[in-house]
């Protein structure tokens, strides 16, 4: 079924704490259409600026993303630059040149107004609202922010939360938005304030769903060899996202499903810089983590 | 069938963010078997002084634990204190008085020798050997151990792990105890030291079963109020031996629903001071939180 998936694209400079790479692809957008393409064909709205280099494009035409709502702008594409601490945990921003994305105005083409799940990637929540409105009946809207946006755009973030079904965070964001400690009760907080459905991310220690009637929460997939954290939330969005999608429905067991389908595709992204690991598997070796995290996981 | 328990029991002087308790039944060997109880009556070897009270007694005994090799040596029974931090994950050590404990000579009853399945509950690592020593043929023999000791007493430690079958250890222990950073690394080095299953627990964030042939992760069970985080690790050892012995056999479908008993017991501990909210569960109350354990855990 139909999946649309707003948010940016950028080139990134990484530090770990053994290796550097400079203009990586990146972006919330295009980890999460990578991620997703090996369950459902997701268009993407985006911006790049004149920079934006043919085979970039070409990977997610290959990956089959519809990219009929990448816009590219006059100027450079946003860049983002970040290092890791020897924990891998712990993440500090070196710069942010917004570049094309600072104007960017989105639009829905009108063969993606149909689009029956959306995903709304980090970006401002102005920015996330304004091109949710261009859909026309979205069946689950599910969203992802940031600390920044719930330090400087608190209001715009509380009218696009009254707006979705989901909310995808992570613990030091829901800690942040809620001010409980306690990640049960920032959860619990996250669904009185519009989301029907608050999925809390906790890195390595898995993450868990939370509704009314739903409570499923998953241990990360054991990943040995962390090289990149950057884009693990993404992909883990485009897993849960794209099986969804795949499955047309939102059940509580589809899910659940999702969740797994979202950690196990997080994991590979993890183990590679950039798209370098999950932009090169195969929708079998996608399905068969799948198989092994539901394997570790089965009671 | 038959488990057989060997540690500390103790009294706690303990200081949370927000509250204080003087003289607390404690000990590994009281949770433990207090935790056990609901799966098999455990075989109880430790020591107390003088002063531990009738009533403790008497908690251990109605809680089917059986007490024969339970010595009562002159002097007073060991103390301890500790203090939490706001986080419930850093706690300091105020004082250690080990008392009877410190020249405790472990003696199994003859009853007790036919023991199939053992928990060696944190103590020295000589002492844990020793009593092993004792029981004739035990089938599957799990021993805990703590920072001090991997500092302390190594090489008894070393030689301690070539006699088990199983580790239990929390991330801290198994980082120090093998140098390694990744827990999954850390866990697979545990198993080239001897025992053939190792059982890391991750406080908040669940626990792990490793062994050759069984991969198996769980979450914890999510706690929305900690009142005190004291003998939690005792507690998941009671609930996994306790079903292990209850089920008389360590297939892997055994020891994967060992983890959920584990999981769901020691969520009780933390609820209440020492044995406040553990030892006043009935066997409904276990049953019951397993199951809801298995609904959030489920695919």
Chains 1, 2 share one sequence.
């Not at 990484?14 to 692809?25: G, H, K, M, V």
């Not at 992802?144 to 509380?158: G, H, R, S, V």
């Not at 989301?195 to 993450?207: C, D, Q, R, T, W």
Request: proline share 4%; net charge negative; charged share 20%.
């Amino acid at each position: 079924m139909s999946l649309l998936c707003i948010g940016t694209l950028a080139y990134d400079t990484i530090e770990t704490p053994t290796d550097r790479r400079e203009r990586s692809l990146g972006g919330s957008a295009t980890y999460f259409c990578v991620a997703s393409a090996s369950f459902a064909k997701p268009r993407l709205v985006g911006v790049v600026g004149t920079d934006f280099a043919d085979e970039d494009r070409q990977l997610l035409i290959d990956k089959q993303v519809d990219v009929e709502g990448l816009e590219v702008a006059e100027g450079e594409t946003f860049t983002w630059g970040g290092r890791y601490e020897a924990d891998w945990n712990t993440r500090h921003t070196l710069f942010t040149n917004l570049n094309v994305f600072e104007h960017f105005d989105p639009k829905v083409p009108d063969s993606y107004k149909d689009s029956r799940f959306v995903f709304l990637a980090n970006a401002h929540p102005a920015i996330q609202l304004k091109a949710l409105l261009q859909v026309e009946k979205p069946e689950f809207v599910v969203a992802d922010t940031m600390n920044l946006w719930i330090d400087i755009a608190l209001d715009d973030l509380k009218a696009l939360l009254q707006n979705i079904d989901g909310l995808i965070l992570n613990d030091e964001e829901a800690r942040m938005l809620t001010g409980e400690a306690n990640l049960i009760l920032a959860a619990k907080a996250v669904l009185t304030m519009g989301p029907k459905y608050v999925i809390l991310k906790k890195g390595e220690h898995g993450a868990f769903l939370m509704s009314e009637n739903v409570h499923f929460s998953l241990p990360a997939f054991p990943v040995t060899q962390v090289v990149d954290p950057t884009g693990a939330g993404d992909s883990f969005a485009g897993g849960f996202m794209g099986e969804i999608a795949r499955a047309g429905n939102i059940e509580p067991g589809t899910l659940r499903r999702a969740m797994v389908a979202g950690t196990a595709t997080a994991s590979f992204c993890v183990q590679g810089f950039s798209l370098e690991d999950i932009g090169s598997r195969t929708d079998a070796q996608i399905e068969a983590r799948i198989q092994q995290l539901l394997e570790i996981v089965t009671v």
